[in-house]
């Protein structure tokens, strides 16, 4: 069946432009994730959704981060005014049942 | 804070050799994963640990949870090329949210 799917699969910006990136989660699962993986970071979780809402956003690195989910389905983060620290691959995993997350093929973001 | 901390970095070996991945982790949780992420693709679950004692095994792979210690090993047992990757541990801090926070990754090269 068809997994996580991601999109752009490669993003290059110029520092200061807006950015929106793209999760479309297994059909079903009701929990979708983000992450960030960047050299000097590691992984690093952003935020949870439930559903719609978003019960856990302790990971966004500042307010230029946001992110949402419509209809229980597909998801959104964007970055405002991107900065180079901003470059990394950014992933998006979903998952049905709590011991279980399946992860996108993610979005590498290149801020110049 | 938490901290993931795998050991060691980067490994080395040659093939038909066994080998240990550790992962200590610095706060109580009973739920482990590992991850297999192979160059420019995204994580593969490798094994769910969720109870203190369990051990799990896949081909020549294996883990096992000591929840006490606050440790968790992947055993590699006559590595063979096709094992080359970077393996991640994670730990599940929250309460049914599966938020995850990884350790650095341990990049193994097994050399024919």
């Known amino acids: 069946g068809a997994g996580v799917s991601q999109s752009p699969s490669n993003k290059v910006t110029e520092k200061g432009k807006d950015v929106e990136l793209r999760c479309d989660p297994i059909s079903g699962h009701t929990a979708l994730y983000w992450y960030r993986q960047s050299l000097g970071q590691g992984l690093e979780f952003l935020i949870y959704?439930?559903?719609?809402?978003?019960?856990?956003k302790s990971g966004l690195p500042s307010d230029r981060f946001s992110a949402e989910r419509t209809g229980g389905s597909v998801s959104t983060l964007t970055i405002q005014r991107t900065q180079q620290e901003d470059s990394a691959v950014y992933l998006c995993?979903?998952?049905?049942?709590?011991?279980?997350?399946?992860f996108g093929p993610g979005t590498r973001l290149t801020v110049t | 804070e938490l901290k993931v901390e795998q050991n060691p970095l980067f490994l080395s070996m040659q093939e038909g050799k066994n080998y240990t991945i550790y992962c200590n982790y610095s706060?109580?949780?009973?739920?482990l994963y590992w991850y297999r992420q192979d160059p420019g693709k995204s994580l593969e679950s490798l094994f769910v640990?969720?109870?203190?004692?369990a051990v799990k095994q896949e081909g020549r792979l294996m883990a096992s949870l000591d929840t006490k210690a606050r440790l968790s090993t992947l055993h590699i047992t006559a590595a063979v090329h096709d094992l080359s990757a970077t393996y991640f541990c994670?730990?599940?801090?929250?309460?049914?949210?599966?938020?995850?926070?990884f350790g650095q990754g341990t990049r193994l090269t097994i050399n024919p």
């Open positions: 994670a730990v599940d801090i929250s309460q049914g949210a599966q938020k995850l926070v």
């Open positions: 640990l969720l109870s203190n004692g």
């Open positions: 706060t109580t949780s009973d739920r």
């Open positions: 959704f439930q559903g719609n809402s978003a019960p856990d």
């Open positions: 995993a979903s998952s049905l049942v709590w011991y279980e997350q399946y």
